[in-house]
């Protein structure tokens, strides 16, 4: 059957969107620094790092032995939350535990672009709606089972059911035809989603988007053999997730000390093919204690090294730092209203003690993330300006600035909107005349969380404004600001970091019915951007680009939160670790890890 003329449009302009994204144009920070002779990163003469001087691909040193195995580095400065399952958790350090054993069926190229190489390969159909899903015949779970068509039907539905308790649930999933009928109890079935045979799945959308190619697929299958019996409701919190989960990854788990360790050992029937390594420990250590485990071989690696701690362990002797762009930005939030857990969405609050755009942008305007950026993190994390990180480029709009550090605008936008000190005490009243105190939370974790918050806490005071800060641990943090669903009521403004996802479409963070907006914010115009985004004309790169650029902006202009820093990851790697990257598109798997000796390299 011949492609129809808008089959044609459809596959032109993902071809334009892919020599877009493969172009050498990106933006590049000027640096300065480089490597000495010895492959060690140097500073500046200002003291700076700069990410650029980073590979992202470990240099191999020896020769690989046979099996061998390693011990993965979990830097927390609490114990992780355990919810070891890809459909439920909600928590970073449970998905770096997760990335060793279960992974999803489509993979992805260093232009975040779905490709058939992976457990399961995709075709899609003229209108761009269908896409048709071949599960390889050697994809098997940890305990032999075959991962079918079934098991990935069985995901989406358990997302879909209204007693499902995680925060997947969004614009992706109610994309997809039937499931808002399914999702309400006006349907039993996902009318849009098919089982072909035990390894193809069918699934039709109600909108073609370039973001059904680039990370809206929902690719996780749940093992309906465990699973399918349960309450929905009861999925969750089941010892089959909790402590005996299971995946299709090259590592399976063979026990778990809650919070603190988890021990892997290979899946040989691993459908990449069996792991060089026999297993791997993954074990909870803190900041402070990074360092010592590193130079010692307590860990051979870690995911994500302090970047505060690494001017002065540059030089650590036994390890290789890989450096790359972190799809990730840390950011202020404010909290507008609740989550409205009978209808999964926002619910403003038009009395919310943060609603007056004026006073987030004073506050905005009140903080140097620059000199943050320098004076905690020796140029390795760096001022942010909008909501969309250089780490995708191609829609990263470099030209908007944001809003600058300047305290005198921001006391003027304080002034004009009514927030003066009527009492004398230093610090400003609302516009009612009635004390104003704002409620800061931020998390801990390492030397520098602390006193960073209490910089922001020094620069809001610094333009009037009185602001209780509460250093709290990650987990009660998140319960804090409404992972759950439940916001705290004493919560007005808090400090957290966002990765973002291969997608661009930030839906799964600031739209309406997303779980993870957390300063539960609404706005018309908001929306419409969003949907604009993944819609059917977003083929059109430069379409999109625009799109995503008005977005930006209105996040500028009305700052429901505003973005810190963005981040560079660095990773530390033992010498005697062989064939690992960090970063997309490098085309390196866990499965390829290997050493090249029983015992890991100490320090000198």
Known sequence: MGKSNKSKVLILSLALLLAACSGDDETTKDSGSKKDADGKQEQKD???????????????????????KITFGLVSDTVFEGTLNWNFYSGAPDAEILNWFDEGLLTWDENYVYTNDGAATYEVSEDGRTFTFKIGDNVNWHDGEPVTAEDWLFAHEVIGNPEYDGPRYNSDFTNIEGMEEYNSGAADTISGIEVVDEKTLKITYIESTPSLLTGSIWSYPLAKHIFGDMAVADISSSPEVRENPIGFGPFKVDSIVPGESVTLTKNEDYWRGEPNLDGVTIKVISSSTVVQELETGGVDLISEFPVDQFPDNADMSNVEFLGAVDRAYTYIGFKLGTWDADNNRVKPNSDAKMGDVDLRKAMWHAVDNTAVGERFYNGLRWNATTLIPPSHPEFHDDTNEGRAYDPEVAKTLLDDAGYTDTDGDGFREDPEG?????????????????????????????????????????????????????????????????????????????????LYNFPRWENEENERLLKEGRSEEAFDLT????????????????VPVFPTLYRAVLSPVNDRVLNYSIGDGTEMYLSDIAVSQDSPVTAE
Not at 437 to 450: H, P, Q, R, V, Y
Not at 453 to 482: C, H, I, P
């Open 46 to 68: 200002d003291g700076l790092y700069s990410i650029e001087d980073f590979s992202n691909v470990k240099t191999n040193e020896g020769e690989a032995i046979d099996g061998g």
């Open 434 to 514: 009635d004390p104003l105190e704002i409620n800061f939370i931020s998390m801990t974790g390492g030397d520098t969380a602390e006193p960073l918050a209490q910089y922001y806490v020094q620069s809001w005071e610094a333009v009037g404004l009185k602001v209780n800060l509460e250093m709290l641990e990650f987990n009660t943090f998140y319960d804090r600001v409404g992972n759950g669903g439940e916001d705290n009521p004493d919560v007005d403004v808090y400090q957290a970091a966002w990765g973002v996802g291969i997608d661009v479409d930030p839906s799964g963070l600031y739209g309406a019915e997303a």
């Open 543 to 558: 379409f999109r680009q625009d799109v995503y650029d008005e977005w930006q902006q209105l996040m500028v202009d009305e």
